[in-house]
């Protein structure tokens, strides 16, 4: 897939072939990169439902969303920095901080930028639903005061427990996706 996940996509079993159409039954198992142990998931055996007025359907499991969520958990992808540089871009400095968070005022009554780094603590929880997909998200933000020596002081921390729903549709041959937090 990329530099810190790959896919299993071999066969389960051998194709079925019919005089209409052809079952492929693939296996679909997400690693990280250079680390072939099996995932911490058991897949379940699902079922598509019987149409036949398209040319091709393709069916991913909660399974392959688990797997994808575990090889890139354990390859650090969900933990990312957000610089001085983006964070002026939104204008986000000690001094925001400061009006929700009063220490932050005693502690930095010079404005200085700010440094945020967002760590996944757990694996994200994949869940499919009837018209959607839930994640789940637990994790922690260490906010940073980034002074003129360009030396980071850490300023705080907080734990972050996030729920979304994200649900995709088909609009005028795009492929949409609406996000809501839920929590």
Known sequence: IDDLAK???SLNSLPAVFQPFIDLDLKGI???AGNCSGPPYVSAPFTIPDQSDS????????YFFQTSSFAYYTAGAFNITIAEETCSYFNISTEIF??????????????YPVMLKLTATEI???SLEQDSFTVEIQGSMEVFAVLPDSTPQSLFT???AANT?????I???KLMGSLCLNR
């Open 7 to 9: 896919v299993d996509y």
């Open 30 to 32: 997400v690693y990280p």
């Open 55 to 62: 040319m091709l359907y393709l069916a991913f499991s909660e």
């Open 98 to 111: 400061g009006n929700i968070i009063p220490e932050v005022a005693k502690y930095s009554v010079t404005p």
């Open 124 to 126: 994200p929880i994949i």
């Open 158 to 160: 907080m734990n972050i």
């Open 165 to 169: 729903s994200i649900a995709l549709n």
């Open 171 to 173: 609009f005028d041959q």
